[in-house]
């Protein structure tokens, strides 16, 4: 069975950091490209990041461009994304999303069968 | 980048009814698309992929179609538990864009 459990969420002041990591089991995770999508309080889905099987491609929207960093430690099946210089628009649940075809390699698809439960970050002060 | 809008934002329709959802892309992403339901306080569901293909698993009173830059999510016979909103992706290129959502409930 696939699992996507999240952690790291929390309330941090504008301008601080937190690291989210998600650990993933029941698939070959090195296989299957990775990404973290938010939603805001009461609004719509946001793809944030994205990064492929073999860690070698990155994207990131513009919105957190500079800011945030995604990587995977395929080693732990785990998959992360580094915050910095949070700013209060950044509150939302972050949930990991896992790539629905398992093409490995350098290749993000960025289409998703299955979703985490998600970890809530507040930004505020 | 590439643009994605839905209309309604919103409807309301009787149990039994055909349901039809629009997702537009202000430039064309051919069959690249995905189409999720979010039900209240759960994660996305995947419902179809490719612009048209069904998702394992997925009632076969959902479907989609179209190409380029318009496409339809169409309920055949809306059903109480279809009530949620519902969101379009284009996956053809970075930045992997959600449509703003439309939210389908029960007349």
């Known amino acids: 069975e696939v699992q996507l459990v999240e952690s790291g969420g929390g309330l941090v002041q504008p301008g601080g950091s937190l690291r989210l990591s998600c650990a993933a089991s029941?698939?070959?995770?090195?296989?299957?490209?990775m990404s973290w999508v938010r939603q805001a309080p009461g609004k719509g889905l946001e793809w944030v990041s994205g990064?492929?099987?073999?860690?070698?491609?990155?994207y990131h929207a513009d919105s957190v461009k500079g800011r945030f960093t995604i990587s995977r430690d395929n080693s732990k099946n785990t998959l992360y994304l580094q915050m910095n210089s949070l700013r209060a628009e950044d509150t939302a649940e972050y949930y990991c999303?896992?790539?629905?075809?398992?093409?490995?390699?350098?290749?993000?698809?960025?289409?998703?069968?299955?979703w985490g439960q998600g970890t809530l970050v507040t930004v505020s002060s | 980048d590439i643009q994605m809008t839905q209309s309604p934002s919103s409807l309301s329709a009787s149990v039994g009814d055909r349901v039809t959802i629009t997702c537009r892309a202000s430039?064309?992403?051919?069959?690249?698309l995905a189409w999720y339901q979010q039900k209240p306080g759960k994660v996305p569901k995947l419902l179809i992929y490719?612009?048209?293909t069904l998702q394992s698993g997925v009632p076969s009173r959902f479907s989609g179609s179209g190409s380029g830059t318009d496409f339809t999510l169409t309920i055949s016979s809306l059903q109480p538990e279809d009530v949620a909103t519902y969101y379009c992706?284009?996956?053809?290129?970075?930045?992997?864009?959600f449509g703003p959502g439309t939210k389908v409930d029960i007349k």
């Open positions: 430039q064309g992403i051919s069959n690249y």
């Open positions: 029941g698939f070959t995770f090195s296989s299957c490209a």
């Open positions: 999303a896992k790539d629905h075809r398992p093409l490995g390699g350098m290749i993000v698809e960025a289409y998703f069968d299955y």
């Open positions: 990064i492929s099987g073999s860690g070698g491609s990155t």
């Open positions: 490719a612009a048209s």
């Open positions: 992706q284009k996956y053809n290129s970075d930045p992997f864009t």
